[in-house]
């Protein structure tokens, strides 16, 4: 168990949570600010998608690289480090927008570091809050990274168009980076030296365990089909024409609203979760945001319905993944030397949806333009919903999460 004493030495849960304030704001720019940019120069939406989508595949992969966050340095070192190549390589990519290979494969970099910060913050953080603050902290870092996201989303094509192009670009990498303040004041202990010698096997074996674990598999299925993934936040960046929504206006909607609504979105999955089982609780978000998305099928396209669907779908979004963040950081328990693996491990599956579901919303929209897009989105959503109920019909019980978390 984590001593009580280091408990008390730590700052409070949500400044420890506001940590992912980082990805999160580098994020923005990856999946809004990069979009309207390469917009505005007159690059179709499906090549847009392709170029998001294929940059999202490190999130499949990253936790093969993992096991290096528990070797070596501490997590801290591991986190400031890929908290630089995100800073790095965005500015790079504000840089070379007229080259889409390499700025794909610059986005692409930058999503290894945004993959492999968040597993070794949380691999930091939560061997060292007590247990009862875990689920807390989940919620914190989904709250923080939506928030990133919009605030960063908000004012990045206000900054790049509002002042010298370069200087645009330091202030969002400085902004960014800002979060990394509240690291020096909490502790960070060294890895486990055994790990380096012993780790790879150790994690072989329990990793061994996972795979013949029935449970566990069907909560990687879970995660891996599109039941809660809700890849219209990353793809309504670049839709505003269809709404008749201003460059000015996207950027706001994609701030200050998506902000508000994913802070309200992983703010409220802890209070659901004590009136639903966190797996019956997942599924249900996936049915009411999909069911939303279809809504969105039926009102005229005005900026108005671009806000409601950019806040709406964050929503949705937030609360499932901190859901997901709940159940990752229960699951790691005190002392985990292979911390940040297993986190990783667990969120590898949350990122397959994200990433083939960009790119079927966007071979959607190529064929059906948004219409096509939203039905795609939804319905595919609903489907993995009914599936994944069927499959956990008989366990909704509380005792499950025990076994899946234990």
């Known amino acids: 168990m984590t001593d009580e004493s280091s408990v008390k030495r730590l700052p409070p849960t949500w400044l420890l949570g506001l940590a992912t304030i980082c990805s999160g704001s580098f994020s923005g720019v990856f999946l809004v600010t990069i979009p309207q940019l390469l917009a505005a120069q007159g690059v179709a939406e499906p090549r847009i998608a392709q170029v998001t989508s294929i940059a999202l595949t490190p999130g499949i992969v990253a936790f093969l690289l993992a ?14 480090g890929f908290a630089a190549l995100q800073a790095g390589m965005i500015a790079l990519a504000l840089n070379i927008l007229h080259h889409l290979a390499a700025l794909t494969v610059c986005l692409l970099v930058m999503n290894v570091g945004y993959f492999l910060f968040i597993p070794a913050v949380a691999g930091w953080f939560g061997t060292q809050v007590s247990q009862h603050e ?10 923080a990274s939506v928030g990133g996201f ?32 509240i690291f020096p ?54 839709l505003g024409r269809d709404f008749h929504a201003s460059e000015g206006f996207v950027g706001l909607v ?23 089982p966190p797996l019956a609780l997942y599924i ?15 009102p005229a396209r005005t900026p108005a319905l671009f806000a409601a669907a950019m806040i709406g779908e964050n929503v949705f979004q937030s609360a499932a993944f901190a859901v997901v963040n709940a159940l990752a950081l229960l699951s790691i328990g005190r002392n985990n030397p292979l911390a940040a693996t297993q986190f990783a491990f667990i969120n590898a599956a949350v990122a397959v949806p994200i990433t ?17 897009s939203l039905v795609a989105d939804a319905g595919l959503s609903i489907a993995a919903c009914l599936a994944m109920a069927l499959l956990f019909a008989t366990r909704w019980r509380d005792t499950v999460t025990a076994e899946l978390v234990s």
């Open 134 to 143: 875990e689920p807390r902290l989940g919620a914190w870092f989904a709250a």
């Open 254 to 276: 994609g701030g200050l609203g998506v902000t508000v609504g994913g802070v309200f979105g992983a703010l409220v999955a802890p209070s659901l979760a004590r009136r639903l």
């Open 185 to 238: 004041f909490v502790p960070a202990p060294p890895p486990d030296r055994r790990v380096a010698h012993a780790g790879f096997g150790q994690l072989a074996r329990e990793l061994s365990k996972v795979v013949r674990n029935r449970h566990v598999l069907r909560l990687m299925a879970l995660f891996a089909v599109p039941a809660a993934t809700f890849a219209l936040t990353n793809t309504l960046g670049g």
């Open 284 to 298: 249900a978000i996936g049915v009411a945001g999909a069911l939303f998305t279809f809504c969105l099928l039926l």
């Open 356 to 372: 083939y579901m960009q790119f079927i919303d966007g071979r959607a929209y190529g064929r059906d333009g948004l219409t096509g």
């Open 67 to 80: 096991p290096v966050l528990d070797i070596g340095f501490s997590r801290r070192t591991y986190a400031i």
């Open 150 to 181: 919009g605030l960063m989303s908000a004012v990045a094509i206000q900054l790049l168009r509002g002042l010298p192009y370069q200087a645009g670009v330091a202030v969002i990498i400085v902004a960014g980076l800002t979060p990394l303040l």
